[in-house]
Structures are given as C-alpha cells and as structure tokens.
C-alpha cells in the first residue's frame, strides 16, 4: 500500500511538471544561432563549460533594471572551420536559447568560461526571426572563471549614442566601461585583466641609474602617455604589458617569429661570412656592399648558420626553426632601389625625388626667407653668390617670389645634441640643404650648408658644399650629401615614424578604450585603426627604443634618441597633423576653396601630397557622412558625455604635456569631430604607411640612406684632406657605419616593412557584419571605391613620363600610398605598396 501511494505521488508530480512544461511552451519561443571560437581546446572538451544567457533590448528585469535573461545555452554540434575569411581556423558551434514570446530581439549576451583553458571568441549571429538576424562582433579573449572571478559581457553590433542606449542595456554599458577603466587600485597585473590606464615611458632605461631619463610628465622631457605596464624583477613579460585584446593573434605571432628568425639569420649570416674571410667588419669596397644581397640564387641555409642562428635567438623563437629552415633564405633580398638602378643614390634628381616621394617627405618646405636664420638669431652662411648663378636664369629674388626656393632643414633641433651625439666614434652635423623648383617640377640642389657648435657658446662653425661635376668638388658633394642623409635618417625613424604615428596614437586608443563604449558609433568607427597598435609599440620599447635597443646602437644620435625625439614633441601640434594643415604650413599648399580639400598644391608632382589628398578627401567624406548619420546637430554631439570625457582625457591625460595649448579644438562641433577623426584616421592608416612599408625598398640600399658616420668631412691642408684626394672611394667607405650595424639596421627594416597575412586593409573590415546598420555598410562599401578610384588615378600618374617624380632615375613608382590590396598576397612581405587601416608593425 505505502509503496503504491508512492508511484501514484511520483506521477501526479510528473504530470504536473509536464502541463508546466507545457505551459511553458506557450508562452516562450527559441531564438537559434551560431557562435565561432579560436585557439580553444578540442571541441569535445568544451561542452557545457561554456555558459551564455541573452540579454532582451525591450524587456528590463525589475529586480535587476537590466534586459530579461534568456535560459541558459551551452555549446552543441561543434565543427571545425578550416578557413574563415580573416584567414583563422577554429569551431563553429550551435546555440539555442529559450526565451519568453515578449523577450524581443537580444541586445547584449553574457558568457562563463568554466573551462581550464582560454579561448578567442571571434562572434555570435543569432537567427530571431525568418528575415532579421542580430550580429555580434567579439574578437576576444575569453579566460577561465576562476581567474577572472567574472563573466563576460558583448554588446550586438548595433549602435547607440548614450543618450540613445535603451533602458535595458544602460547599466550593461556604465558597468563594462568601469571594468574597462578600473579602480585605480594598485597590484600586480595578469595575462587576463582588461584595464587600460596611462603611464609615462618610464621602462627605456634606469633613471636612478642615470640610464635614460623618464620621458613624459615634465617640462623637461614631455611625451605622449603610453599604456600602464608591469616590469617584474627588470623582466617584461608581454602579456602583462597590454590588454588581452590589443594582442597579436597567435597567428600573427608565430608569424612575426618566422619574419624575426629570417632577418636574424641575415644578420649573423653577413657576420659569419666576414668572420670566415677574416674580414674587419668595415666595408672595403661597394661590392662587399651588394654582396650582402641575394642575386638571383639565394645561398642555401648551412649547418653553421643555423648554429649561429641560436645564439641570438630565445629559445621560444628558436623553436620555430624546426618547422621549415629550408623555407628560409640566407641573405637579404635586393631592395628594389639596388635592383632598379644601383647607382640612384649618387644622382642628385633622385636626392631631391627621395624628399617629394621617399620615406621620409614630409619635412621638404618652402623656404620663407634668405638667407635662413636659427631660432637663436644666427645667419646661415649660405650666400646669394653660392646658389643665384644655379637658378635656371632667375634672380634669387624672382625664384622666392615664385616660391621655387625649398629647404630641408635639420639644423636647429639637432644643434643643442651634437655634442652628446658627437662621441663614441660618431661625427655629426647639423645641415640645411637648399634646393631649386624646376619647370619640370624637380628639384634640384643648390647647396648643402654643415653645422658644428663654436668654441664659445652661441657661436656655429659652417661649411657650405655645392653640386660638383667631376674630381674632389664632386667627391665633397657626395660625402655632404651623405651627412644630409644621415640626419635624415634619424629625423625618419625617430619623429617622422616613431614620434608622429606610434607615441601619439597610443593616448587616443586608451582613451577610446575607457570612455568608448563598444556600442559607441566612434569606437565602431575607430576600432580597425588601433588594431595590433598596442602590442607593437610595446614590441619597440623593449627592442628598438630601450637602452642599448637596436635605434641606439645604429642611429647617428645614440643615447641621445629619446631625448631628441621629446625635444620635438614639443613642437608637435594635433591641429597640424592633418594633411591639409601640413601642406600648408610647409608651404607646399595654398588655401584654395575650389579645390581638393580647400588646398591646391604648389605643384602637381608631388606624388606623397598628390595621391594623400584624394585619400584623405575619400576618408573625410566617409567620416562626415558617418558622424552626421549618428549626430543630427551640433547640440547631440555637446551632450555626448562619453565623447565629451574621451576629449577631454586625450587632452588632459594623454597628452597631458600639451593639456594647456590653445590649439586643441573646443568638440563642440560634428566639424570639430569630423576633422579630429579624419586626422586620426589619417595618422593610424596613411602616414604610417607612408614612413614604414617602403623602409626596405629605399634605406635597405646602405649607400643611399646611411644611418651614422664614422668620419666629418676633411679639411683641406689636412691629413685626412690628403687620404680623401688619395682615394675617395676608400675615405667615403670609412665614413659609413660598420657592417654590425648595417646589417642589424637591415634586419630591422626587413622586419618592420613586411606586411603579414592577417592585415587588415583601408576600405576594408576583418568581418561583413560589423556594424548592424544598412546604410552604413552601404556608404563603406561607397567609400572602398572610391579608394579603388584612387587607386586607378596612381595607376596612371605612375605611367605618365611628364611627371618625373613619380619614378625618377631610381624607376621606383610611388606606391606608399596606393590604397590597393588587389595584388597584395596573403603573407607576401615586404611589397611597398597598400595602406593597413592601422600602425601594425
């Protein structure tokens, strides 16, 4: 009896808890989707360690003021992806969530990562009704639980202006922000927290130790703000260095491994072989130069070489080798400047070209005033009489008149180092090269002016050098064109690459980062320019830029290089940053509204501002017309909190140095934001590629962009004046740096001008559906062909033989800023051409 009263209890439960069931069901609907993951661990292992719930946009939870949540989801049906369009493998898995029939579309979802491992989630798409889908783009690391002690928030792909954010999703935003920005609490970082914060570059050497001084913070030394790190115990630890989501994806890292294993095993193998020969590790003659290059058969990798090989690489980067050291070559390709026409360097159309359409040409400028003045009131010592008789029949004063006469001036910020600079072997000057507008739009030498300190302060030692046709006055001009290439060089790497795009964006992306929503429309917008920025900047601190670091060893200016790079920022302006506002202060532009931008150029062969203008025009277009979609008035954007804040910690924080100038816009205007973001943009995309992607091609030719000198030019009645007469050729050699430190000087430039297969181009994005919003998607797709158009317009300029800049005697066509990506192989290298839409190496 007692045991059938229990069947009958058990049944009646049964079916009570199936009409609830029942019920249930009628009042509640599946929404189903599909999530894909990378790097995670075998897919049988993930199963319900992954929990996901959904967020409602519509539907707010009383008892939390957050979107209702859906039922619990776990991952099913996994299968492996071999390629997805951003070129990574991983599992896409199916989800189902139950959902109350009044539960609406999902606005945000949360995940639980129970696993003991990490893994990278790439997106989620959920299917909600027949026609509309809802899209979440992630592109992040997901860590354990148990480490981060949280779960995980993603907002979908749709847009909001705060004011705009529905109720349900409002407390979602302030909190993820706040999680993003931290508490300021002090402690150890790990691998898996996500707080960005700012810090001064305080990690490039040992300040108590009189090492390097702290770079930001001071009047003294001022510096854009870099992202807050960890050094433990003097050991830098990447991973603890910068956010789990500014980190190159695992791909992209063994990838930069087999770039660093390559420019290495170049390196020592230029070293072995003179240490073979029992050479001194001067060059002797030019073709010991060329050798360093691979002819049409490359040498083939020996057992010595790779044995040298370990010795210079960690045992991690090592590793990498036993997977394919036969795909690896054993000498440096042929720059395209050596294979074009070996001998460019020494003609002076290709010096002048190299400053309209080099790496470094954003620095030419038209001259203002004759003769030119320091800033501490001293006179060149270039005279009327050096140059007027080299002036294609005009006066000096005709030639200004006409703006014909151009300056590349390197003379007064390096005035105050040349004494720190001058040591250890180093000789170095101070110039301004002054040059002539042709009718054909070259430009052509006039005179090189060299500079030393004085005995007494204030005073200037000058020696002016001009063109030569043939014996020792053309010998002299070649070695002062030398020097002017140096300090080039140096003023390259160190301001126009360094300084002025990876130390100046590093601010505006922690900045977006903490006062950004994700679902802000700028932080969609801007997200594809900070891509991989971060982690490569963080690569540079520790390698390139520390004490001792690989620019110390090869620049011209040592242990002096931070310090000058500081000295310059003060200079720098954000206003001025544009490429309108550029060209125009450098007198190579003229306020013209009805032209290009409102500027026209001073002439049309200009092939950096020719080509940049049609890019930045595009670029301004699409950001106009993207900002005035979100912001309907001036009034929207003023009561934008989260942009208001981001402004105001660009300005306040990051670069703090610079927070009382007058010339930082007011962000009261969608102009004023229009005109920021374009200028970041181009920053991010363009003028990187510009100063970084063609390095190889034109300063892997040792010869024609030198980075230091050994010897200052020979008096005459000297001795060395007497080795110079002797044997120009020998004293030239003995000028450049020494074989260590070209070849390691190439090894960098090997690495920093390739582009690796996971780039992400500008007018592109790593997926279709990152943003939710029709029009939008439409207008980029607009504004990408508009960029293919500029692309044709290069085309051409490049095959027109009236515009002699666009080639010159070195036949390089400008491509630097050829917008293209149609010819661009996945992991091709080092192409000189293509624009990434961020600063990515």
Known sequence: MEHSRIIDCLNVFQGSVKAQLAESKKHSESIKGEIIIQHCPAKSSLGKAIRIKLYSLSKIDPSTGKGKLSQEAHLNNGKRIHKKPNGNRGFQYELTFEVDRDFGLPGAFVIWNQHKHKFFLQSMSLQVTFRQMVHFECKSWIYPNHLTQKARIFFSNTCYLPSQTPNSLLQLRKQELDTLRGDGTPGRTREWHRVYDYDFYNDLGDPQRGERPVLGGSVSYPYPRRGKTENEKGMFKIDNCIPPDERFSPEKLSEFAKKVIQATLHYVVSQGESVLREETNQFKSFNEIKELFSGKKNQVVQEWMIRKLETHLAKEIFKETERGIKDYTAKFPMPQLFAGNELAWKDDKEFGRQMLAGINATLIQCLQAFPPRSKNGIWSSIRRSHIEHNLDGLTLQEAMNQWRIFILDHHDYLMPFLGQINKNGVCAYASRTLLFLKDDATLKPLAIELSLPGLSPGTEIHRVFRPGTNGSEAALW??????????????????????????????????????????????????????????????????????????????????????????????????????????????????????????????????????????????????????????????????????????????????????????????????????????????????????????????????????????????????????????????????????SEITLYLALLEILSAHTSDEVYLGQRQSPNWIDDVWVKQRFEQFAEELNEVHKRIVERNADSKLKNRRGPSTIPYKLLDPTVSNIKSGQGITAIGIPNSISM
């Open 478 to 739: 070649q070695l002062a064109k030398v020097h002017v290439a140096v300090n080039d060089s140096g003023y390259h790497q160190l301001i126009s690459h360094w300084l002025k795009t990876h130390a100046v964006v590093e601010p505006f992306i922690i900045a977006t980062r903490r006062q950004l929503s994700v679902m802000h429309p700028i932080h969609r917008l801007l997200d594809p320019h900070f891509k991989d920025t971060m982690h490569t900047n963080a690569l540079a601190r520790i390698t390139v830029l520390k004490a001792g670091g690989i620019f110390e060893k090869t620049l011209y200016s040592g242990e002096a290089s931070m310090e000058l790079s500081s000295s310059l920022y003060k200079e720098w302006r954000f206003d001025e940053q544009s490429l309108p506002g550029d060209l125009v202060k450098r007198g190579l532009a003229f306020q013209n509204s009805e032209c290009l931008a409102g500027i026209q150029l001073l002439f049309e062969d200009y092939p950096y501002g020719a080509d940049g203008l049609e890019i930045w025009v595009a670029t301004k277009r699409w950001v106009t017309d993207f900002c005035r979609y979100f912001y309907k008035d001036d009034n929207s954007l003023r009561s934008d909190h989260e942009i208001q804040e981001w402004w105001s910690e660009i300005r306040k924080i990051g670069h703090g140095d610079k927070c009382n100038e007058t010339w930082w816009s007011s962000m009261t205007t969608v102009s004023d934001l229009v005109e920021a973001l374009t200028t970041l943009i181009w920053i991010s995309s363009c003028l990187h590629a510009s100063v970084n992607f063609g390095q190889y091609e034109y300063a892997g030719h040792p010869l024609n962009r030198p980075t230091k000198c050994r010897n200052f030019i020979a008096m005459e009645g000297t001795r060395e004046y007497a080795e110079f007469l002797h044997d120009p050729d020998k004293f030239f050699l003995k000028m450049l740096p020494n074989r």
